[in-house]
């Protein structure tokens, strides 16, 4: 069964724009949620993420927005560059660390 | 650089051959994590340990066995191969339970 949907499945933003990508996941047990940003030919390479505890959590250009009561969360890029082109994983956790993942969105910011 | 180690980098074989792939933990992590991720799956969790013990245990097929060395090391055995289990494969590390997860560079793994 899926435990995390993501989505959309493809972005493309303009240069300056914001990107939203969008999870959603079932089990309240979950307490651990990343984003995880990946180059191709690259391994994942953590971005942010949040526990359940906070509703956002803002790091430079990047933003997660966190719906406990919805079990939602979302990552926000401001001001988009063409170096943010890459494929970008949600991620949840619980119990013993084991992340599952979403099946990515594949962004792409135009100049 | 993460400071995950994963070698070989690549790696083509034939149907039925047997391949290890090894994975360095980053200094201090206890935990090692094996994910493989292929074009129309995602990325699939196959397998934990953490300090030399298994500890949870994905889609991982009867094939596929990994272990965790003293040295905290963890090498993941591909046996019996074939062309589907053509794939990158990514090894992970936290150092301990709840924390963040590290990936190493993978190794694309090309069955002929």
């Known amino acids: 069964q899926q435990q995390v949907k993501q989505s959309p499945q493809s972005l493309i933003v303009q240069k300056g724009g914001i990107s939203i990508i969008n999870c959603a996941y079932e089990n309240t047990a979950f307490d651990y949620f990343p984003w995880y940003q990946q180059f191709p030919g690259k391994g994942p390479a953590l971005l942010i993420a949040?526990?359940?505890?906070?509703s956002e959590k803002k790091e430079g250009r990047f933003t997660i927005s966190f719906n406990k009561s919805a079990k939602q969360f979302s990552l926000h890029i401001m001001d988009s560059q063409p170096g943010d082109s890459a494929t970008y994983f949600c991620a949840v956790s619980g119990g013993y660390n084991k992340l599952i993942f979403g099946a990515g969105t594949r962004l792409a910011v135009h100049p | 650089d993460s400071g995950v180690t994963q070698t070989p980098k690549h790696l083509i074989t034939a149907t039925g051959q047997r391949v290890t792939l090894r994975c360095s933990p980053r200094s201090g992590d206890l935990s090692v994590y094996w994910y493989q991720q292929s074009l129309d799956q995602g990325l699939q969790f196959l397998i934990q340990?953490?300090?030399?013990?298994?500890?949870a245990k994905g889609n991982i097929l009867e094939r596929f066995s990994a272990q965790q060395f003293p040295d905290l090391h963890s090498e993941l055995n591909l046996s019996s191969l074939e062309l589907g289990d053509s794939a990158l494969y990514f090894c992970?590390?936290?150092?301990?339970?709840?924390?963040?997860?590290?990936f190493g560079q993978g190794t694309r793994l090309t069955v002929v």
């Open positions: 340990y953490y300090n030399g013990e298994e500890r």
């Open positions: 949040i526990r359940p505890d906070v």
């Open positions: 992970a590390s936290s150092p301990h339970k709840n924390t963040e997860a590290f």
